[in-house]
């Protein structure tokens, strides 16, 4: 019996690698939905190539900083991981390691959000291997490779802090960096919205990120003991429901419309929140860190826009804003049950354990944001001066990063016609 | 009498005779353009300009660098504005454009035509357009000042022209950003020298196996003086002017150093796009047809242009 579950356990997180991985399909749409035509090849394009860098920096350096044995800071064996060995009590390291690379790629793919539409071809090269070697895998592991934070009793269940926060991060220091995309701001300081180009992929971006997610948190219990996996889906199903329902209303009682793309964000910003605390809170408390989420991520959308931070797929406020909620929500709701009582940090304020969790899962974050902000930042800054800036020409940003990167376009046919507009309107042909 | 018809059947056959260097097939296309402007006078209703006007070229014909196939660029500039005077001229700027056009210089997609409103003002409107240009930074008015900064009086007195450059050189002295505005204007240039040092040509199309010479050639070159110039208060248009006047100054002696030989080679190559079918063919050199000789000579003056780009971009950020 024991034999079989084993099996099971290593069949499931198998299963679990392969969905979170399909989520990487989920962004390419939603990143494409949510940009410009001009760039949408470019766009869904580099989210495969970047998944490539990063699996083979991940396989010969991440893992290991994270789960090697090293010191609180950095884990530093089991480099090159994985190998042939069967199932020995626990998951093959080859299974272990294909569901750990999977996480990598999702926080990496939000990183990337940041830079959409502006930045340069070389510049995601560069930033994919420092950011898989040296960004990720130190949050990882204070987290969950038994670093310093572990030892305090964080509870972050599938990675709201170390994937979404990480990532999200990351992002932020890219858009800092930047600056936003031409057209979006006026000098008056009015902004303009530069509607994405296809809200059906957006749609169908977040459907396949949503189904994503249940081996993203379903299978981030390792196992399939006492079939626990079906509580953590359900949570993550409340929550992801509550988050879409409450930011559509929340965008209709602001503005009288239900915009689509705030929905959409509403559905990821539940799942985000509920990331952390899916194997911790009871189903109850899912919705309402769900609804809680969604709301947040309206207002905190509106408020990057405000501070001049152009950010074209709300990477910030779905995985950063919502991340650090979904992190912070432990310390409210975290059942007695699922951890004091099995020694995996404290019950939240609701349920008798006053503020120590919820003071322990602050530290969590503000350390890993923090981290990972300055040192996405400095990466980013060196890169800048190094490579003669980050962001293509304006000329390139104009006739968008499909034709200036890569040579064709993801849509040519209609590009053609553009091409002709655009062509009038910057008078290319007048410069010879 | 002269007419659009006449002009041109005089273009057409006489233009083989002026095609041996590209200072007599610009001289030429100036004759041209005079007598189609004379003929678009005529047409007036007012047989005399109300005013004094300067009609000005710009693009490859301002800088003296046309091929053998161009499309217009042009605009007005007249004394005053008042009612009169703005029909007039109104009038006129369409009539010139008609006239090109009849002759052979296709109408421009960018709409850099005397009929366009925005290319067609008094003294007093342009000077209050190029302030409005600078202030507004926007990346078509950056592009439109530097158009206009290669502007070269056909007809006229040249001070309305030369007073309207040196309100932008002026502008740009008590603004060092705009600079650099002007440079990420034109920073994009299409790379024709692959990772192997081997030469990019187009991989499909009628221009397969082509170099696109305006684009990879031509640009750098241009646009690297044209900066210098501006940062430098120099109103003379062609390139080659230009680089002699630029290398009078010691610090860019270095800089330019081959420059000018590169770019008459680049002109020359240019003018031997004989067959010309249309103005698209005269930017496209086929590199199967070229010598070892000549192959290696255009890479290296494709080099030494792209050189010349980087470091004026450098220079002028590194300054500012």
């Not at chain 1, 299978?219 to 930011?247: E, M, P, R, Y």
């Not at chain 2, 002295?173 to 240039?189: D, E, G, M, S, Y």
Request: aromatic share 12%; charged share 20%.
């Amino acid at each position: 019996m024991e034999a079989v579950q084993v099996l099971m356990d290593n069949l499931w997180v198998a299963i679990g690698a392969i969905l979170v991985f399909f989520m990487i399909g989920g962004f390419i749409l939603l990143e494409a939905g949510s940009t410009r035509m001009k760039n949408a090849g470019h766009v869904a394009g580099k989210t495969i190539f970047t998944a490539g860098i990063g699996t083979l920096v991940f396989w010969a350096v991440g893992y290991g900083f994270i789960y090697g044995d090293g010191n609180a800071f950095i884990g530093l064996s089991n480099f090159f991981y994985g190998d042939a060995s069967a199932a020995d009590g626990g998951l093959t390291p080859a299974v272990d390691f294909s569901f750990q690379v999977m996480f990598a790629l999702v926080s990496l793919t939000i990183a990337f959000g940041g830079f959409a539409e502006r930045a340069k071809l070389s510049v995601y090269v560069i930033f994919a291997v420092l950011f898989s070697a040296f960004i990720y895998p130190v949050v990882a592991h204070w987290i969950w490779g038994g670093g310093w934070l572990a030892e305090h009793g964080k509870q972050d269940f599938a990675g709201s802090t170390v994937v979404h926060l990480t990532g999200a991060m990351a992002a932020l220091a890219a858009t800092m960096i930047l600056k936003p995309r031409i057209g979006k701001y006026n000098k008056d300081g009015s902004s303009n919205v530069l509607a994405g180009h296809n809200q059906v992929y957006t749609t169908l971006g977040v459907l396949i990120l949503w189904v994503g997610w249940f081996g993203f948190n379903g299978a981030s219990t390792f196992g399939v003991a006492d079939g626990f996996l079906g509580f953590v889906i359900l949570n993550t199903q409340l929550a992801a429901a509550a988050g879409a329902v409450a930011a559509m209303f929340t965008a209709w009682a602001k503005t009288g419309k239900a915009d689509v793309p705030t929905t959409l964000n509403g559905a990821l910003a539940g799942l985000v929140a509920i990331t952390a605390s899916c194997g911790f809170v009871a189903p109850w408390a899912a919705v309402v860190i769900g609804l809680i989420g969604g709301i947040m991520v309206v207002f905190s959308m509106q408020l990057f826009e405000k501070l001049k931070i152009d950010d074209p797929i709300a990477a910030l406020s779905v995985h950063g804003t919502v991340g650090v909620w979904g992190t912070l929500s432990n310390g409210l709701f975290a059942l007695p049950a699922l951890s004091t009582d099995i020694d995996w940090g404290q019950a939240g304020l609701f349920y008798g354990g006053g503020f120590t969790q919820l003071g322990v899962q602050a530290l969590g974050v503000a350390a890993s944001g923090i981290y990972a902000f300055v040192v996405a930042f400095i990466i980013l800054k060196i890169m800048d001066k190094v490579m003669g800036g980050l962001r293509v020409t304006e000329e390139e940003e104009i006739m968008g990063l499909d034709i200036s990167e890569h040579g064709s376009y993801g849509y040519p046919e209609q590009m053609a016609l553009e091409e002709a507009k655009l062509t009038t309107a910057a008078t290319k042909e007048k410069f010879s | 009498m002269e007419t659009y018809e006449s002009i041109r059947k005089w273009k057409d056959e006489a233009l083989s005779s002026f095609m041996n260097t590209s200072i007599s097939l610009n001289k030429f296309h100036d004759q041209v353009m005079l007598k189609v402007l004379e003929v678009a006078k005529g047409k007036m209703k007012q047989s005399t300009p109300p005013c004094e006007f300067t009609w000005f070229i710009t693009g490859s014909g301002g800088r003296f660098e046309q091929g053998l196939i161009s499309d217009q660029d042009h605009g007005l500039i007249y004394e005053i504005s008042n009612e009169e005077n703005d029909i007039y001229f109104k009038e006129l700027g369409e009539e010139i454009s008609y006239g090109m056009n009849c002759v052979g210089y296709p109408y421009c997609n960018g709409n850099i035509m005397s009929s366009n409103p925005t290319w067609r003002k008094s003294v007093e409107e342009w000077k209050i357009q190029l302030i409005e240009w600078m202030k507004n930074e926007r990346w078509e008015s950056i592009r439109y000042l530097q158009i206009f900064y290669d502007g070269r009086v056909l007809y006229g007195n040249t001070e309305y022209l030369s007073d309207l450059k040196s309100v932008i050189f002026h502008y740009q002295l008590q603004h060092p950003t705009l600079l650099q505005r002007f440079i990420a204007n034109v920073k994009h240039i299409k790379n024709v020298i692959g990772p192997m040092g081997q030469l990019l040509v187009e991989q499909h199309g009628v221009y397969q196996g082509c170099v696109n010479l305006k684009y990879s050639a031509f640009l750098p070159y241009v646009n690297a003086v044209r900066l210098l110039s501006i940062k430098e208060g120099i109103f003379e248009t062609s390139t080659i002017d230009r680089i002699d006047r630029l290398k009078g100054k010691d610090e860019y002696k270095e800089m330019l150093r081959d420059c000018k030989e590169n770019f008459i080679t680049l002109t020359k190559y240019r003018l031997s796009l004989l067959n010309a079918q249309n103005y698209d063919d005269t930017h496209y050199l086929n590199i199967k047809i070229l010598s070892k000789e000549q192959k290696k000579e255009i890479k290296q003056i494709l080099k030494c242009g792209k050189r010349l780009h980087d470091e004026v971009i450098e220079l002028t950020l590194a300054k500012n």
